[in-house]
């Protein structure tokens, strides 16, 4: 047994999840390696923690709730308002401002198979979610004559998609070294008794 698979299978038993290795030896080389790759991902201890915080019930009695600070933009005056937008506006050429994406879902509810960024909403332009929020960022960036980062999140299910779809379209026309992807943390599913789920493939 290589010094790999020793160190897994001794995390594993720490947390109780030695099941997640039962069909092991049945993988061919290359499942071996995904599945002991995506077990060494495994935050196995915020797992643990957040299954004992779900599980506890809160003493709302020792809880202060206060309201955050804010302002009413209708009581601002001109200056005021002014003052904000400059601000603003100065953090955006600073390059202090960045638009982030949540992009890691799929259409399915839309009908529509790919990620959910790439589906087109039936416009007489016939451009998709991402191209509608591009050009957003296209306009700022010619207003305040400053490249804005754009990050899209994605997950593991439509990375390689989000990125194909975006290098088909040019970007839409955005810097491409702009724009950064980056994939969605997972943590497992959990059965009742606080194991692991593991695929129905491997059951059959």
């Not at 050009?135 to 004559?145: L, S, W």
């Not at 070294?177 to 692991?196: I, S």
Request: proline residues 3%; hydrophobic residues 35%.
């Amino acid at each position: 047994m290589d010094k790999r698979l020793t160190e897994i299978k001794k995390k594993l038993e720490k947390y109780g999840q030695e099941h997640l290795l039962m069909f092991y030896d049945k993988m061919n080389l290359e499942e071996q390696k995904q599945l002991l790759n995506k077990i060494e991902n495994i935050d196995f201890e915020l797992m643990e923690n957040l299954y004992k915080n779900a599980n506890q019930v809160p003493d709302l009695k020792k809880e202060i709730i206060e309201p955050v600070e804010y302002v009413e933009k209708a009581k601002l005056t001109s200056a005021e308002k002014n003052m904000f937008e400059q601000k603003g506006i100065e953090a955006i050429r600073k390059g202090k401002y960045a638009v982030v994406t949540m992009a890691g879902g799929q259409g399915t509810r839309l009908g529509h198979k790919g990620p959910k960024g790439t589906y087109d909403l039936g416009l007489d332009s016939q451009k998709s979610i991402f191209e509608l929020l591009c050009e957003g960022i296209k306009k700022a960036m010619f207003k305040y004559e400053t490249i804005i980062p754009w990050y899209i999140m994605t997950s593991e299910e439509n990375n390689n998609q989000t990125i194909q779809f975006f290098e088909e379209h040019n970007y839409f026309g955005y810097p491409k070294e702009a724009v950064h992807f980056f994939k969605q943390g997972q943590l497992p599913m959990l059965d009742l008794e606080r194991k692991n789920i593991v695929k129905r493939k491997w059951w059959n």
